[in-house]
Protein backbone atom coordinates (compact mmCIF):
# COMPACT_ATOMS: atom_id res chain seq x y z
CA UNK A 1 0.00 0.00 0.00
CA UNK A 2 1.36 3.21 -1.04
CA UNK A 3 1.06 5.96 1.50
CA UNK A 4 1.03 8.69 -0.74
CA UNK A 5 -2.03 7.62 -2.72
CA UNK A 6 -4.20 8.01 0.31
CA UNK A 7 -5.47 11.82 0.03
CA UNK A 8 -8.74 11.60 1.36
CA UNK A 9 -9.85 11.92 4.91
CA UNK A 10 -12.75 9.98 6.27
CA UNK A 11 -13.67 10.95 9.80
CA UNK A 12 -16.09 8.10 11.55
CA UNK A 13 -18.29 9.55 13.82
CA UNK A 14 -20.84 7.46 16.68
CA UNK A 15 -23.97 9.53 16.17
CA UNK A 16 -25.96 8.01 19.28
CA UNK A 17 -23.01 8.70 22.10
CA UNK A 18 -23.83 9.86 26.00
CA UNK A 19 -22.56 11.63 28.37
CA UNK A 20 -21.62 10.49 31.73
CA UNK A 21 -25.07 11.59 32.99
CA UNK A 22 -26.80 9.51 29.98
CA UNK A 23 -27.35 12.31 27.64
CA UNK A 24 -26.95 12.28 24.58
CA UNK A 25 -23.90 14.30 22.64
CA UNK A 26 -25.32 17.02 19.82
CA UNK A 27 -23.46 16.19 16.99
CA UNK A 28 -21.74 12.86 18.29
CA UNK A 29 -18.60 11.64 18.87
CA UNK A 30 -15.51 11.07 16.78
CA UNK A 31 -14.72 7.38 16.65
CA UNK A 32 -11.72 7.22 14.62
CA UNK A 33 -10.40 8.74 11.67
CA UNK A 34 -8.75 7.29 8.62
CA UNK A 35 -6.24 8.36 5.96
CA UNK A 36 -7.68 6.75 2.63
CA UNK A 37 -7.80 5.87 -1.24
CA UNK A 38 -11.04 6.23 -3.65
CA UNK A 39 -11.17 3.64 -6.14
CA UNK A 40 -13.40 4.94 -9.08
CA UNK A 41 -15.55 2.69 -10.91
CA UNK A 42 -14.56 1.35 -14.01
CA UNK A 43 -15.68 -0.43 -16.74
CA UNK A 44 -18.20 -3.69 -15.82
CA UNK A 45 -18.19 -2.48 -12.19
CA UNK A 46 -19.56 1.01 -12.83
CA UNK A 47 -22.29 -0.86 -15.38
CA UNK A 48 -23.25 -3.32 -13.01
CA UNK A 49 -23.22 0.05 -10.39
CA UNK A 50 -25.79 1.63 -12.98
CA UNK A 51 -27.76 -1.37 -12.74
CA UNK A 52 -28.50 -1.46 -9.04
CA UNK A 53 -28.88 2.14 -8.57
CA UNK A 54 -25.84 2.52 -6.92
CA UNK A 55 -24.81 5.89 -8.38
CA UNK A 56 -23.99 7.43 -5.08
CA UNK A 57 -21.40 4.79 -3.62
CA UNK A 58 -17.99 5.18 -3.51
CA UNK A 59 -15.34 2.71 -2.93
CA UNK A 60 -12.20 3.60 -0.37
CA UNK A 61 -9.08 1.46 0.65
CA UNK A 62 -7.52 2.43 3.96
CA UNK A 63 -5.17 0.70 6.44
CA UNK A 64 -6.27 -1.91 8.65
CA UNK A 65 -8.14 -1.02 12.36
CA UNK A 66 -9.56 -3.58 14.20
CA UNK A 67 -12.48 -1.10 15.77
CA UNK A 68 -13.59 -0.74 12.41
CA UNK A 69 -14.43 -4.56 12.34
CA UNK A 70 -18.26 -5.50 12.23
CA UNK A 71 -17.52 -7.40 15.70
CA UNK A 72 -15.66 -4.46 17.15
CA UNK A 73 -17.45 -1.25 15.72
CA UNK A 74 -20.80 0.81 17.24
CA UNK A 75 -23.98 0.04 14.83
CA UNK A 76 -24.90 3.72 14.66
CA UNK A 77 -21.10 5.01 12.52
CA UNK A 78 -21.84 7.80 10.52
CA UNK A 79 -18.90 8.57 7.69
CA UNK A 80 -17.88 12.13 6.70
CA UNK A 81 -15.98 12.63 3.32
CA UNK A 82 -15.71 16.18 2.11
CA UNK A 83 -17.70 17.58 4.92
CA UNK A 84 -20.47 15.25 3.34
CA UNK A 85 -22.22 12.41 5.20
CA UNK A 86 -22.09 8.57 4.36
CA UNK A 87 -23.77 5.70 5.35
CA UNK A 88 -21.50 2.78 5.81
CA UNK A 89 -22.45 0.24 3.29
CA UNK A 90 -19.62 -2.71 4.50
CA UNK A 91 -15.75 -2.48 5.53
CA UNK A 92 -13.97 -5.80 4.94
CA UNK A 93 -10.50 -6.82 5.52
CA UNK A 94 -9.00 -7.34 2.14
CA UNK A 95 -6.90 -10.44 1.96
CA UNK A 96 -7.09 -11.89 5.66
CA UNK A 97 -3.66 -10.17 6.08
CA UNK A 98 -4.81 -7.33 8.42
CA UNK A 99 -3.06 -4.80 6.16
CA UNK A 100 -5.98 -2.95 3.98
CA UNK A 101 -9.54 -2.61 4.18
CA UNK A 102 -11.88 -1.75 1.62
CA UNK A 103 -14.54 0.67 2.74
CA UNK A 104 -18.32 0.99 0.48
CA UNK A 105 -20.31 3.96 1.32
CA UNK A 106 -23.68 5.53 0.47
CA UNK A 107 -23.93 9.39 0.47
CA UNK A 108 -26.99 10.36 2.51
CA UNK A 109 -28.98 12.78 0.96
Known amino acids: MNAGDQRHRLIFKQNDAVDEEGYPIPGGVEYTRAWASLKTLK ?3 RFLAAQSQMEHNREFTIRYQK ?4 SERPKSLIVYWRKKK ?3 ESIEDDDGLRQSMTVVLKAVT
Open 86 to 88: HEI
Open 43 to 45: GNT
Open 67 to 70: KLLD
